[in-house]
């Protein structure tokens, strides 16, 4: 209960005011602190609505909420001034003064707590603008720099699309770079043989890779490597199959401890044509004893021979055998997978150490060891069976 309240009431124990005297003055300040917090909450909530729906502005609000305030002060001045008149006609008590200073100062409090609770919602809505704003311009800001991107893709597909027309046009006279449209089988073909040869190193290893033909690689005691290829080039006429046979460019180059068989092969440009023959090359290479290899076939078989030591062997052939034989004194370890065919192991008897993984999901898979696993050899093979034989 206010201070107010239990004076009212201690008046009325004290016979200085009847009980319906000071009924009224309860409800005279009842009235009066109602309309202090109804008057401020009302007009503040009409000014800012008529702030938004004009276009005032956020600047506008504070004198908005203040002349709100000064209005309900005036109105509960009226009010103080017409209870301060009902207690002078009903009693001359001196504590008349101090009920009506304590009413003043709470009013006083209760108009204060709305103006700062008005200038809290301004600062609040003033944040949320300014975040917006923000936000607003870094949209602007990354769709312009998406603009920026996609204009830069558009221009450099386009210069793009004018450097392959021009390249069109430039193979199309070159008459020896263009295949006629339509469907025909070559049916001319040439054929051409080179050797070459580059000096090996201890830690050497070798590196071919091959579209269409066979490969067969033979160990021997010598100190260089070999690689002798035969080719056969196909064409309409003699003089196609020739150009074709001239474009291919072949050398063996060494790149560190990599020696590396290298095909350049000419672009030629189609359109509705099939070609089904172009060329093959056929590899034998001779390597020194112990020299690792990874070779790769794409169509044709790939066999091993003469290898008294095994160094690191990786094997690939999408479609074809792979036969190898070593000697019987060759340890290696072994994993060998073929997805369509068979895996054969054929060791010594001697060699009781052999690890076999029986098929799995479809094809063949085998892992093992044979004598002291010091070697390595990998097979991977899509069409064709795996062979090893000691």
Not at 76 to 99: F, H, Y
Not at 155 to 178: K, Y
Not at 191 to 204: K, Y
Request: hydrophobic residues 40%; proline residues 2%.
């Amino acid at each position: 209960m206010s201070e107010e309240r239990k004076l009212i009431l201690q008046m009325v124990a004290d016979g200085k005011i009847t009980p319906d005297e000071a009924d009224k003055l309860l409800q005279a300040l009842d009235d009066s602190e109602r309309a202090a917090h109804s008057a401020a909450a009302d007009r503040a909530q009409q000014a800012a609505q008529a702030g938004t729906g004009s276009g005032l502005g956020l600047e506008n609000l504070g004198a908005v909420i203040d002349k709100a305030v000064e209005e309900s002060m005036k109105s509960l001045e009226g009010t103080l001034r017409d209870l301060e008149l009902d207690l002078a006609r009903r009693t001359n008590d001196p504590s008349r003064d101090q009920l009506v200073s304590r009413m003043e100062e709470k009013i006083r409090r209760t108009a204060e707590r709305a103006v700062e609770r008005a200038r809290q919602a301004d600062e609040r809505t003033r944040r949320i603008a300014e975040r917006a704003e923000e936000r607003a311009r870094e949209m602007a800001r990354r769709a312009g720099e998406q603009a920026r991107r996609f204009e830069a893709r558009a221009e450099e597909h386009a210069n793009r699309w004018a450097l392959g027309v021009a390249n069109l046009g430039d193979q199309m006279r070159d008459a020896a770079r263009i295949v006629k449209v339509g469907i025909c089988i070559d049916k001319v073909s040439v054929e051409r043989s080179q050797t070459f040869t580059l000096p090996a190193q201890p830690g050497d290893r070798f590196l071919l890779g091959n579209r269409v033909g066979d490969v067969k690689v033979e160990f021997y005691d010598g100190e260089a490597m070999e690689v002798n290829v035969h080719g056969v080039f196909w064409g309409e006429d003699d003089a196609d199959a020739n150009i074709r046979a001239n474009a291919f460019q072949m050398e063996l180059v060494r790149q560190g401890s990599e020696v590396i068989m290298q095909v350049l092969r000419p672009s030629i440009t189609a359109t509705g044509f099939i070609s089904l023959k172009e060329s093959r090359l056929d590899y034998v290479v001779k390597l020194p004893q112990g020299t690792s290899m990874s070779v790769s076939c794409k169509a044709g078989d790939l066999v091993v021979v003469g290898a008294e030591r095994v160094g690191q062997w990786n094997l690939l052939t999408k479609v074809g055998d792979v036969d190898l034989k070593v000697a019987p004194t060759a340890g290696f370890a072994y994993d060998l997978s073929t997805n369509v065919g068979e895996v054969q192991l054929s060791v010594a008897n001697d060699q009781p150490n052999v690890e076999t993984k029986e098929p799995v999901r479809k094809g063949a898979y085998k892992v093992g060891r044979v004598g002291d696993g010091s070697g390595r050899i990998e097979v991977s093979v899509k069409t064709g069976d795996i062979r090893i034989l000691n």
